[in-house]
């Protein structure tokens, strides 16, 4: 091996010294220097993976969400498997609800749509109903001392930085897309499904691949302030620090009294109406009943609204579907169940005992502002809404 002269050395250092003073992003990728073969170019145009979409085949980011075609599917399977009107989605993407989808092609969705409840209603009812007195009545015991919530999972965080969004103008081309952005085409294509001539058309929404993002500098480390040591002569001791309480006052304790049990034995208001339950919210049936495929009713009122118990009972089951979304089932006489499902700020406990009108949670804020309504009788649902009337 050829030793390394000191003048090597030297210029070396004097050409890091060099590049360190220019303006712009430093390329650590240094062949460009040999030969006159230099990779600069694609070292710094090198894109990230698209991120992996759910089990429905959806990305989600802060400000949209698209959707991921798997092999067979058109439009309208898309639009069944995300739970969106197939004609919506197609327009918005100016296709139509038949037109078949490469595997991988990315389809964006008009509106932001939510994961499905992957709870079986039907199962807790059926728990709450074993467990309650055959007779019907209500049962009252000793309730052991109430254990911390869990912390609830957090919500699904957005697939990495989101890319720019780009809707496609009528003659632009793949190739004129990526040198816009200046990303790769191949790039641009394998983010976005493109077929191997790399077709796009008029109205389509295409995500721009993200760079790869350089690596953090390193911050310099903290500077530790030792505080001085005093000295003593022998003989003398060390001094004793001086605690904070002998220089601050303690802070005043309030302790509140406890308030008292609520009282379980008040009938329900005398306001009520004449019909078998009331309205758990103050608002609109958009989704009405339907055996099979829809088993309650969904009521839509303003966001934060209070969903009161339809009848007086007691509160026989609290769970929880696949997003964290509370669902409440409330045991009535003669083995009648009511179900609320989509709230949240829930204000009751399991084994409670409630009264018709009394607030248990609230509706749930933005889009999702109602409340799913099922009533069952054992473990069959039933039209809740001649209970209503």
Same mark, same amino acid.
């Given at each position: 091996m050829?030793?390394?002269?000191?003048s090597a050395?030297?210029a070396?250092v004097?050409?890091?010294a060099?590049l360190a003073?220019?303006?712009?992003?430093?390329?650590y990728?240094l062949?460009?220097?040999v030969?006159?073969?230099?990779?600069?170019?694609?070292?710094?145009?090198?894109?990230?993976?698209r991120p992996?979409p759910?089990a429905?085949?959806?990305?989600?980011?802060?400000?949209?969400q698209?959707?991921?075609?798997?092999r067979?599917d058109?439009?309208?399977?898309?639009?069944?498997?995300i739970?969106l009107?197939a004609e919506?989605?197609a327009?918005?993407n100016?296709?139509?609800?038949?037109d078949?989808?490469?595997d991988g092609e990315?389809?964006?969705l008009?509106?932001?749509?939510?994961?499905a409840?992957?709870v079986?209603?039907?199962t807790?009812?059926?728990?709450?109903i074993d467990?309650?007195?055959a007779?019907?009545?209500?049962?009252?015991?000793?309730l052991a001392p109430?254990?911390?919530?869990?912390a609830?999972?957090?919500?699904?965080?957005?697939?990495?930085?989101?890319?720019?969004?780009h809707?496609?103008?009528?003659?632009e081309?793949?190739?004129?897309?990526?040198?816009?952005?200046?990303?790769?085409?191949?790039?641009?294509?394998?983010?976005?499904g493109?077929?191997?001539?790399?077709t796009?058309?008029?109205?389509?929404?295409?995500l721009?691949?993200?760079?790869?993002?350089? !690596? $953090?500098r390193?911050? /310099?480390?903290a500077v *530790? @302030?030792?505080?001085?040591?005093?000295?003593?002569q =022998?003989?003398? #001791?060390?001094?004793?620090?001086?605690?904070?309480?002998?220089?601050?006052?303690?802070p005043?304790?309030v302790?509140?009294p406890?308030e008292p !049990? $609520?009282?379980?034995? /008040?009938?329900?208001p *005398? @306001?009520?109406s004449n019909?078998?339950?009331?309205? =758990?919210v103050t #608002?609109?049936?958009?989704?009405?009943?339907?055996?099979?495929?829809?088993e309650?009713?969904?009521?839509?009122?303003?966001?934060g609204?209070p969903?009161n118990?339809?009848? /007086?009972g007691?509160?026989a089951?609290?769970?929880?579907d696949?997003?964290?979304? =509370?669902?409440?089932?409330?045991k009535?006489?003669?083995?009648?169940?009511?179900?609320?499902a989509?709230v949240?700020?829930i204000?009751?406990?399991k084994g409670a005992?409630?009264?018709?009108?009394?607030?248990?949670?609230?509706?749930r804020?933005?889009?999702n502002?109602?409340?799913?309504?099922?009533v069952?009788?054992?473990f069959e649902?039933?039209?809740?809404?001649p209970?209503?009337r």
């Amino acid at each position: 091996m050829r030793a390394v002269s000191k003048s090597a050395v030297a210029a070396g250092v004097a050409s890091l010294a060099f590049l360190a003073g220019c303006e712009g992003p430093l390329d650590y990728d240094l062949r460009g220097n040999v030969g006159g073969f230099s990779t600069a170019d694609a070292a710094q145009a090198a894109t990230a993976n698209r991120p992996a979409p759910d089990a429905r085949g959806v990305i989600t980011y802060p400000n949209y969400q698209v959707a991921v075609a798997r092999r067979g599917d058109t439009v309208g399977d898309v639009a069944a498997r995300i739970g969106l009107p197939a004609e919506e989605v197609a327009r918005f993407n100016g296709l139509q609800a038949a037109d078949q989808l490469r595997d991988g092609e990315v389809i964006a969705l008009p509106r932001t749509v939510s994961a499905a409840s992957s709870v079986d209603i039907a199962t807790i009812a059926g728990t709450a109903i074993d467990e309650a007195p055959a007779d019907g009545s209500v049962r009252t015991a000793t309730l052991a001392p109430a254990q911390p919530a869990a912390a609830p999972a957090p919500a699904p965080a957005p697939a990495g930085p989101e890319p720019i969004r780009h809707k496609v103008k009528r003659g632009e081309t793949a190739y004129t897309i990526a040198r816009l952005y200046s990303v790769p085409v191949d790039a641009l294509a394998e983010w976005n499904g493109l077929g191997s001539d790399f077709t796009v058309r008029e109205g389509q929404f295409l995500l721009i691949p993200i760079k790869n993002q350089p !690596a $953090p500098r390193q911050e /310099a480390a903290a500077v *530790t @302030t030792v505080p001085a040591t005093t000295i003593t002569q =022998p003989g003398q #001791g060390s001094p004793t620090p001086t605690p904070p309480s002998a220089t601050q006052p303690l802070p005043d304790e309030v302790i509140k009294p406890a308030e008292p !049990a $609520p009282d379980v034995t /008040a009938e329900a208001p *005398t @306001t009520q109406s004449n019909s078998a339950l009331g309205m =758990p919210v103050t #608002g609109t049936i958009i989704r009405t009943y339907k055996k099979g495929s829809n088993e309650g009713i969904d009521i839509a009122a303003a966001p934060g609204s209070p969903v009161n118990a339809a009848a /007086a009972g007691t509160v026989a089951a609290i769970t929880a579907d696949a997003d964290q979304v =509370p669902i409440i089932v409330v045991k009535h006489n003669s083995d009648l169940l009511t179900v609320y499902a989509n709230v949240e700020n829930i204000t009751v406990k399991k084994g409670a005992r409630v009264k018709r009108g009394q607030k248990i949670a609230s509706l749930r804020g933005g889009d999702n502002a109602y409340v799913h309504f099922e009533v069952r009788k054992g473990f069959e649902s039933v039209d809740p809404e001649p209970y209503l009337r």
